[in-house]
């Protein structure tokens, strides 16, 4: 999970487990430390090859766009088939077009109050239990 916003990584986290997903989750506050995590230190992709499962990504991060999170992500022989979740407050369509043209599985524009939010994590939670995300071995 790659969130700057600690309250939304929690309550992510938190509806995700509601959901019954018990797979492990790695909180990452910036770009850099999740492609280095994703990719590697030498950012080949293969240190970290078949690692991940899936991607919850934030666009708006202190470092970096997380489009240009996901343009590295959707580029790599190693991650590109990685499911990734976008879930941001942007919901300009210009932008949302963009993140599915470059590979982007999902988008959600995350609401603005947290009643709203809430509801739309626990969607996301229940989407992820309906799906049967496998566990890594």
């Given at each position: 999970?790659i969130?700057?916003?600690?309250?939304?990584?929690?309550?992510?986290?938190?509806?995700?487990?509601?959901?019954?997903?018990?797979?492990?989750?790695?909180?990452?506050?910036?770009?850099?430390?999740?492609?280095?995590?994703?990719?590697?230190?030498?950012?080949?992709?293969?240190?970290?090859?078949?690692?991940?499962?899936?991607?919850?990504?934030?666009?708006?991060?202190?470092?970096?766009?997380?489009?240009?999170?996901?343009?590295?992500?959707?580029?790599?022989?190693?991650?590109?088939?990685?499911?990734?979740?976008?879930?941001?407050?942007?919901?300009?369509?210009?932008?949302?077009?963009?993140?599915?043209?470059?590979?982007?599985n999902?988008?959600?524009?995350?609401?603005?109050?947290?009643?709203?939010?809430a509801?739309?994590?626990?969607?996301?939670?229940?989407?992820?239990?309906?799906?049967?995300?496998?566990?890594?071995?």
């Open positions: 999970m969130e700057d916003d600690e309250g939304h990584a929690r309550l992510i986290e938190k509806n995700i487990r509601r959901a019954g997903v018990s797979n492990e989750i790695i909180p990452f506050t910036n770009g850099t430390d999740a492609l280095r995590y994703l990719l590697g230190a030498d950012g080949s992709g293969i240190e970290s090859a078949g690692r991940q499962i899936l991607v919850l990504l934030d666009l708006n991060l202190p470092d970096m766009t997380g489009i240009d999170i996901l343009e590295k992500i959707k580029s790599n022989q190693h991650t590109r088939r990685s499911p990734v979740v976008v879930l941001t407050t942007t919901d300009d369509s210009r932008e949302i077009q963009r993140c599915y043209d470059l590979g982007a999902v988008y959600i524009t995350k609401p603005v109050n947290y009643e709203g939010f509801n739309a994590i626990r969607q996301l939670g229940l989407f992820f239990a309906v799906m049967q995300v496998p566990e890594t071995e």
